[in-house]
T-cell receptor
Framework: DAGVIQSPRHEVTEMGQEVTLRCKPI?????LFWYRQTMMRGLELLIY????????DSGMPEDRFSAKMPNASFSTLKIQPSEPRDSAVYFC?????????????FGPGTRLTVL | DAKTTQPPSMDCAEGRAANLPCNHS???????VYWYRQIHSQGPQYIIH?????ETNEMASLIITEDRKSSTLILPHATLRDTAVYYC?????????????WGLGTSLAVNP
């Protein structure tokens, strides 16, 4: 079975440019999570969707960050304009809330470098 | 949200059991204990979870104390590939919200 798919795996861009990260969750999963990981702050939840609806975006750093989930099989995280402090690894994870378990399955991540 | 406390680092000899402790003294009755691990540069990997009873799967065993205030993840025969950061997490629920609150984890080094 295909796991969570993220693209691109690596992104290098210059400050001020727009960056779009993409995620395809596991088929049948109805919850999707965007995380950011840095050495200083560890793993931080940015936003969480359930049935394509944003449930909790309290972790989104500021208005430069936006996320969408137009359908059950695709989500994007956009940063516009990007800044060097946005450099991090961004993970997407998905889960199913049809049972009592909250097991999240993670993608391989996108390593973003903003110069 | 219930918080967890883990030692920042541990060492284990290859082939021996690795016992990773976690304290979660404020856990509430319907919260699960989850364990994930993250091997360098990869996405976190689910290991095991439990509510009250001890659990075992092909990767590890989870021992939860009777009062549920602490737990131990056991890797029965650690290998070099088990070197990773191990996260103990308690699930927080707000209606349909199901957030995993991530701490700093335990960095496990398996030595030859």
């Amino acid at each position: 079975d295909a796991g969570v798919i993220q693209s691109p795996r690596h992104e290098v861009t210059e400050m001020g440019q727009e960056v779009t990260l993409r995620c395809k969750p596991i088929s049948g999963h109805n919850s999707l999570f965007w995380y950011r990981q840095t050495m200083m702050r560890g793993l931080e939840l940015l936003i969480y969707f359930n049935n394509n609806v944003p449930i909790d975006d309290s972790g989104m750093p500021e208005d430069r960050f936006s996320a969408k989930m137009p359908n059950a099989s695709f989500s994007t995280l956009k940063i516009q304009p990007s800044e060097p402090r946005d450099s991090a690894v961004y993970f997407c994870a998905s889960s199913s809330d049809r049972g009592q378990s909250d097991t999240q399955y993670f993608g391989p991540g996108t390593r973003l470098t903003v110069l | 949200d219930a918080k967890t406390t883990q030692p920042p680092s541990m060492d284990c000899a290859e082939g021996r059991a690795a016992n990773l402790p976690c304290n979660h003294s404020t856990i509430s009755g319907n919260e699960y204990v989850y364990w994930y691990r993250q091997i360098h540069s990869q996405g976190p990997q689910y290991i095991i979870h439990g509510l009250k009873n001890n659990e075992t799967n092909e990767m590890a065993s989870l021992i939860i104390t009777e009062d549920r205030k602490s737990s131990t993840l056991i890797l029965p025969h650690a290998t070099l590939r088990d070197t990773a950061v191990y996260y103990c997490i308690v699930s927080a629920r707000f209606g349909n919200n199901r957030k995993l609150i991530w701490g700093l984890g335990t960095s496990l080094a398996v030595n030859p």
